[in-house]
């Protein structure tokens, strides 16, 4: 049996709306990636979407539409995707990472509190694994310090929050802006592709723009007018365009949205309740206030366990069963390694070192699962 870490959910539909697409003659930036935005944001409660090539680009215009880059600071966690700490860089601004929660392995709202300088700009939270941040905190960070706060929910469509008022999906605005993955490795998948959601109406139509090169309308409103136009180029951006064939799957994509989010979650439950009887490896930790959509199942490894995390991941890999290894930490990245020379991030190391992800996928069958318990048990068990 070959169990991977996880599948994308895609079948006929998606089949059916890219044909339509490639038939309609238009394949680029059109009228299905203004319904993939329309249907998304309904979905996550926000009032605008705005439709991107990758979650690493949605962060990129994010900085940009609020105005951060060279001289600014971007407070955020080193165990997140190296895209985060990335997208800060390419606008000019500094990523300062500081510490995860021991629990949730999510952004440490005290730590984040006690690295703001005069000349911190922003707050990018991770809603890491699908798991939502401590939001409630972070939100009163931001407001007292003048902060704008960032979303990387690159894993976190599906997930909710509870911030006092009810839950919520991830993404209704409650910060200035959150950004969202499509890649195969995420819920829903369109090859690669990134969506942004935000309240400001200003905002939105700024990021289409710093998206499209700067052009001043889009290709559909020049092709669709009844007169000539001719778009003027008012500031220097990017070509960060969506295609139609990529909304198209999204659109597909989000007509299960709700039945993977189901899944999921019931797997986790499975895992969790089954993988109680295995000393050495603790359960992710959902605190009260969090729904996750289990983007990605993580366990962590005791540390006086009878194997190392690498030596369980190759026995599992020895019965056919893939594994990933715990939420990399950038700092201790080669390509961060001179301008982290001097940081220390303890909690973050530990969490990264003793953690591993397990196989987890809408399809997975109850055979397949119970064959990642067995093996778990097997090669984590105590004698």
């Known amino acids: 049996m070959n169990i991977p870490i996880t599948r994308p959910y895609l079948d006929e539909r998606e089949q059916e709306l890219v044909a339509d697409v490639i038939a309609s003659g238009w394949v680029t930036q059109g009228p299905r990636v203004e319904e993939f935005e329309e ?5 996550v409660g926000a009032p605008h979407a705005v439709a991107v ?3 690493t680009t949605a962060l990129h215009l994010s900085l940009l539409a609020l105005g951060i880059g060279p001289g600014d600071e971007v407070i955020i966690p080193s165990m997140t995707f190296i895209a985060t700490a990335n997208a800060i860089l390419h606008a000019g601004a500094t990523p300062v990472f500081v510490e995860v929660h021991p629990r949730t392995v999510n952004i440490d709202p005290q730590s984040v509190e006690d690295a703001i300088t005069p000349r911190t700009k922003a707050i990018m ?9 401590g ?11 003048g902060l704008k706060i960032i979303e990387d929910a690159a894993c976190a469509v599906g997930s909710e929050v509870d911030l006092g008022d009810g839950w919520e999906k991830v993404g209704r605005p409650r ?3 959150a950004c969202f993955s499509f890649h195969p490795r995420k819920l829903i998948t369109t090859g690669e592709g990134g969506m942004l959601t935000c309240a400001d109406e200003a905002t939105a139509t700024r990021l289409r723009r710093l998206r499209h090169h700067g052009m001043s309308v889009s290709d559909r409103t020049r092709h669709s007018s009844g007169r000539v136009v001719a778009e003027e180029y008012v500031e220097v951006a990017h070509n960060y365009r969506m295609t139609d064939l990529q909304a198209a799957m999204g659109l597909g994509q989000m007509e299960k949205l709700a039945g993977i989010v189901e899944a999921r979650r019931r797997l986790a439950a499975r895992y969790t309740e089954h993988l109680a009887e295995v000393e050495a490896l603790t359960p992710p930790f959902e605190p009260a206030y969090a729904r996750s959509n289990y983007q990605s199942y993580c366990v962590r490894l005791a540390s006086d366990a009878p194997c190392s995390r690498d030596e369980l991941m190759q026995k599992m ?8 290894r715990g939420i990399m930490t950038i700092h201790r990245e080669p390509a961060y390694a001179d301008m982290c020379a001097h940081v220390e991030l303890p909690i973050t190391e530990r969490a990264s070192d003793e953690t591993l992800l397990i196989p987890l996928y809408p399809q997975m069958t109850d055979d397949e699962q119970d064959a990642v318990i067995r093996a778990l048990k097997d090669c984590a068990g105590r004698e």
């Open 135 to 145: 939001m409630a905190a972070l939100l009163d960070i931001g407001a007292r310090h």
């Open 317 to 324: 890999l020895d019965r056919g069963i893939s594994t990933r």
């Open 125 to 133: 939270p991770v809603h890491q694994i699908g798991m939502p941040a």
């Open 175 to 177: 910060g200035d802006l």
């Open 53 to 55: 090539t990758s979650c």
């Open 39 to 43: 249907t998304f944001a309904a979905y």
